[in-house]
């Protein structure tokens, strides 16, 4: 539930306080006897607080249903799996033989950083380090839980508590035993839970117990967006036993992280946002699409409510064709348990941002300007994105993470906010140099109380990229554009690319710092590539599911079905 400055809560409803009815008129389903049948009390029991929480129980059994739709992972055999496991094999191939390359980086960043403390006079403060590395540092502040091993802001979340004197146990699904964060030296421990959509109960009394026994007394969620409403339901699970929680309340979480409700929640307490209309059926879709003018002569882009991986890249539109608008919809599942958005596509420039937010005032704040499956993060600082973000928070009371998508529109030079995701951002890699933000997550009345809010990336803070998505991007981008003129009359056009590709390269790389090798804890760099990635890879040859690329800041197979 968010509330205004004043106190007054906010549900999802009109404003009248009716609760929103579907798209075709009927009213939603009773979510708690959809749960009742769905076989779920025990998770009622555990927590029988949520059973007078609407939007949470909707949002568990939109979940649930999808989880039980989704096909349990088989090993495929066709055209296409054949294709998907001969990629896989090719890219594990490759990233086999770059180990000598990275094992020589890694050692070179290392001994370039020994060598400048040393010419600092601070090699005592090195012996120190390497003491603090090799051996676990004593804990000053307690022990804090983190979710999301296998991302990079998962890492750096733990990086952060650690050098301010926390003692980090990171969490993870079984799924990703094999996650390279746990060999940080930053990680005291690392233990596994359930997948929470899957199965929540045993997700929720897996992390209870897990607080219970490291005597827990902060929990940072990481979450990816499947994840959210579970980890801010074990934050209140959790809190009873002492243990701070840097996560919105469960019921602003399951309303911010539905694209509808958000969109109209911010209609309704005054924040801009592109129009849009909620898609419960393909019936729906077809209707409108014949009513061009309902569009009013702009593009609408079709968007899943719920995260697809595939699916985010379609960049689907309409008013379209109806015939190519059946051909597209014909693998979709559009439903009132798994519903779409059809959203204004505005055309400008792109941000997202990663703020920490206490008692409706903004604690940090990082932006970037963003592109789909973003792997440059590097700070703005654009006013407006603040402007809007410190708004809302005034506006809903917020505290705990929020991380909004933004569209600054061409047409008319004003900021929209298009998608609220209410977790932690990969934004957050931009404080990767910054010494105070740990303290915004574990101590923000202390941040407020000192009046350093908000804490922001340093200025002069060099941006972050992954270094072998670098290079992949320039072999794999530049390169085929050579191949595909050598014999033509565009050969020197293509020679011309790939220059500016490689020279635009070599200037990320000599400006920035990767986001995952830090010299002082470089075990992490070689265990994504050469242990999480390579069994990702396994993983896709053994079932042969249909995939796109690997992508090094989530630590995930982008693939059909994934996470």
């Given at each position: 539930?968010?509330?205004n400055?004043?106190g007054?809560?906010?549900?999802?409803?009109?404003?009248?306080g009716?609760?929103?009815?579907?798209?075709?008129?009927?009213?939603?389903?009773?979510?708690?006897?959809?749960?009742?049948?769905?076989?779920?009390?025990?998770?009622?029991?555990?927590l029988?607080?949520?059973?007078?929480r609407?939007?949470?129980?909707e949002?568990?059994l939109?979940?649930?249903?999808?989880?039980?739709?989704?096909?349990?992972?088989?090993?495929?055999?066709?055209?296409?799996?054949?294709l998907?496991?001969?990629?896989?094999?090719?890219?594990?191939?490759l990233?086999?033989?770059?180990?000598?390359?990275?094992?020589l980086?890694?050692?070179?960043?290392?001994?370039r950083?020994?060598?400048?403390?040393?010419?600092?006079?601070?090699?005592?403060?090195l012996?120190?380090r390497?003491?603090?590395?090799?051996?676990?540092?004593?804990?000053?502040?307690?022990?804090?839980?983190?979710?999301?091993?296998?991302?990079?802001?998962?890492?750096?979340v733990?990086?952060?508590?650690?050098?301010?004197?926390?003692?980090?146990?990171?969490?993870?699904?079984?799924k990703?035993?094999?996650?390279?964060?746990r060999?940080?030296?930053?990680?005291?421990?690392?233990?596994?839970?359930?997948?929470?959509?899957?199965?929540?109960?045993?997700y929720?009394?897996?992390l209870?117990?897990?607080?219970?026994?490291?005597?827990?007394?902060?929990?940072?969620?990481?979450?990816?967006?499947?994840?959210?409403?579970?980890e801010?339901?074990a934050?209140?699970?959790?809190?009873?036993?002492?243990?701070?929680?840097?996560?919105?309340?469960v019921?602003?979480?399951?309303?911010?992280?539905d694209?509808?409700?958000?969109?109209?929640?911010?209609?309704?307490i005054?924040m801009?946002?592109?129009?849009s209309?909620?898609?419960?059926?393909?019936?729906?879709?077809?209707?409108?699409?014949?009513?061009?003018?309902?569009?009013?002569?702009?593009?609408?882009l079709?968007?899943?409510?719920?995260?697809?991986?595939?699916?985010?890249?379609?960049?689907?539109?309409?008013?379209?064709?109806?015939e190519?608008?059946?051909?597209?919809?014909?693998?979709?599942?559009?439903?009132?348990?798994?519903?779409?958005?059809l959203q204004q596509?505005?055309?400008?420039?792109?941000?997202?941002?990663?703020?920490?937010?206490?008692?409706?005032?903004v604690?940090?704040?990082?932006?970037?300007?963003?592109?789909?499956?973003?792997?440059?993060?590097n700070?703005?600082?654009?006013?407006?994105?603040?402007?809007?973000v410190?708004?809302?928070?005034?506006?809903?009371?917020?505290s705990?993470?929020?991380?909004?998508d933004?569209?600054?529109?061409?047409?008319d030079?004003?900021?929209?906010?298009?998608?609220?995701?209410?977790?932690t951002?990969?934004?957050?890699?931009?404080?990767?140099?910054?010494?105070?933000?740990?303290?915004?997550?574990?101590?923000?009345?202390?941040?407020?109380?000192?009046?350093?809010?908000?804490?922001?990336?340093?200025?002069?803070s060099?941006?972050?990229?992954?270094?072998?998505?670098?290079?992949?991007?320039?072999?794999?981008?530049?390169?085929?554009?050579?191949?595909?003129?050598?014999?033509?009359?565009?050969?020197w056009?293509?020679?011309?690319?790939?220059?500016?590709?490689?020279?635009?390269?070599?200037?990320?790389?000599?400006?920035?710092v990767?986001?995952?090798?830090?010299?002082?804890?470089p075990?992490?760099?070689?265990a994504?590539?050469?242990?999480?990635?390579?069994?990702?890879?396994?993983?896709?040859?053994?079932?042969?599911?249909?995939?796109?690329?690997?992508?090094?800041?989530?630590?995930?197979?982008?693939?059909l079905?994934?996470?």
């Amino acid at each position: 539930m968010a509330h205004n400055a004043n106190g007054r809560a906010y549900a999802y409803g009109d404003n009248n306080g009716n609760h929103v009815k579907a798209a075709n008129g009927a009213a939603r389903p009773d979510a708690a006897a959809l749960l009742r049948n769905a076989d779920l009390e025990e998770l009622l029991v555990l927590l029988p607080s949520i059973a007078e929480r609407e939007a949470v129980l909707e949002a568990v059994l939109q979940d649930r249903a999808l989880a039980s739709s989704a096909q349990p992972a088989r090993v495929h055999f066709s055209f296409g799996s054949l294709l998907s496991r001969a990629k896989a094999a090719a890219l594990l191939t490759l990233v086999l033989y770059s180990l000598p390359v990275s094992l020589l980086l890694t050692a070179a960043v290392v001994l370039r950083h020994c060598q400048r403390l040393l010419q600092r006079g601070q090699g005592e403060e090195l012996w120190q380090r390497l003491r603090a590395g090799l051996s676990e540092r004593r804990a000053t502040r307690g022990t804090a839980l983190v979710s999301g091993a296998k991302s990079t802001k998962g890492l750096h979340v733990c990086r952060h508590l650690h050098r301010a004197g926390w003692r980090v146990v990171l969490v993870d699904t079984h799924k990703n035993w094999a996650s390279g964060s746990r060999f940080s030296w930053c990680v005291a421990g690392f233990r596994t839970t359930p997948i929470p959509n899957k199965d929540p109960v045993g997700y929720l009394k897996t992390l209870r117990a897990i607080a219970v026994s490291e005597k827990a007394s902060l929990f940072v969620p990481v979450s990816i967006a499947q994840f959210s409403v579970y980890e801010a339901l074990a934050a209140e699970l959790i809190k009873p036993l002492g243990c701070a929680c840097c996560t919105l309340d469960v019921e602003s979480v399951a309303v911010l992280n539905d694209k509808i409700k958000f969109s109209a929640f911010c209609e309704r307490i005054g924040m801009r946002v592109p129009r849009s209309f909620p898609i419960t059926s393909c019936k729906r879709l077809y209707e409108l699409n014949s009513r061009s003018e309902v569009f009013d002569y702009q593009d609408f882009l079709l968007k899943s409510i719920h995260y697809a991986a595939t699916h985010r890249v379609d960049q689907f539109t309409l008013p379209c064709d109806p015939e190519a608008l059946k051909d597209y919809t014909r693998t979709l599942d559009i439903s009132a348990a798994a519903p779409w958005q059809l959203q204004q596509m505005l055309k400008g420039r792109e941000f997202s941002c990663n703020t920490i937010a206490h008692e409706g005032r903004v604690v940090a704040h990082a932006d970037n300007e963003a592109c789909l499956s973003c792997l440059y993060y590097n700070h703005v600082g654009e006013k407006q994105i603040y402007s809007w973000v410190e708004q809302f928070c005034k506006r809903t009371n917020a505290s705990g993470q929020l991380c909004f998508d933004f569209m600054l529109n061409k047409a008319d030079g004003h900021l929209y906010a298009f998608e609220c995701n209410p977790r932690t951002s990969s934004v957050l890699l931009e404080y990767h140099d910054h010494p105070a933000f740990a303290e915004a997550l574990c101590n923000p009345e202390g941040v407020l109380a000192s009046g350093k809010a908000p804490i922001e990336p340093l200025p002069g803070s060099p941006p972050v990229y992954w270094f072998w998505n670098e290079v992949g991007e320039l072999a794999f981008g530049a390169l085929p554009r050579i191949a595909r003129s050598i014999y033509g009359w565009w050969y020197w056009l293509g020679m011309w690319d790939a220059r500016e590709a490689a020279v635009e390269t070599f200037a990320r790389l000599r400006g920035g710092v990767d986001a995952v090798l830090d010299p002082e804890d470089p075990l992490p760099f070689l265990a994504l590539h050469y242990g999480q990635v390579p069994l990702l890879l396994l993983r896709a040859i053994r079932f042969g599911n249909p995939w796109i690329k690997v992508d090094l800041c989530t630590g995930k197979l982008v693939e059909l079905g994934g996470d």
